[in-house]
């Protein structure tokens, strides 16, 4: 997930570009942000499907929202501590074994390496969402490591694949 795109191909440059344009306008077009909100995955019955154009447009969405200076803030973040406490849940969907062979780390570590600094970022730089931010993430470990002590209890609805390396 290399933010300068690289190789990453034709669809997360372009909403890599889209974001960062939108980013420059002051303000950013609600209606223009929800459109790229609209690419990134949705809840459906506590599960998130996060295929890699789903997983580029959450790093997008989370590009405009720090580099436009948490515009719209009231409408991402939300969402993304949404996303945050849907992960044990993720269906990572995965489209090429050739991807998985040039990755060092697994697409779902990344990924969430992603969202928890995108977090941060935000965290650092508005103290009225800090609190809440950081708890998402301690309640996110919590599950965590529960998982990792109790394997068992992964037939109780959770995806924790990424965690336990089965």
Known sequence: MSVKGGSRGFYFNTVLSLARSLAAHRPAPLEKVQKLQCMCPVDCRGVFQLDERRRDAVIALGIFLVESDLQHKDAIVPYLLGLLKGLPRVQWIEESSERKVREILPVAENFCFCL????SDVAQRDETLRIQ????????????LHACRNPEDQDKGLNLSFVLNK
């Open 116 to 119: 928890v600094t995108m977090l």
């Open 133 to 144: 931010i950081l708890e998402a993430v301690m309640d996110l470990m919590q599950v965590l």
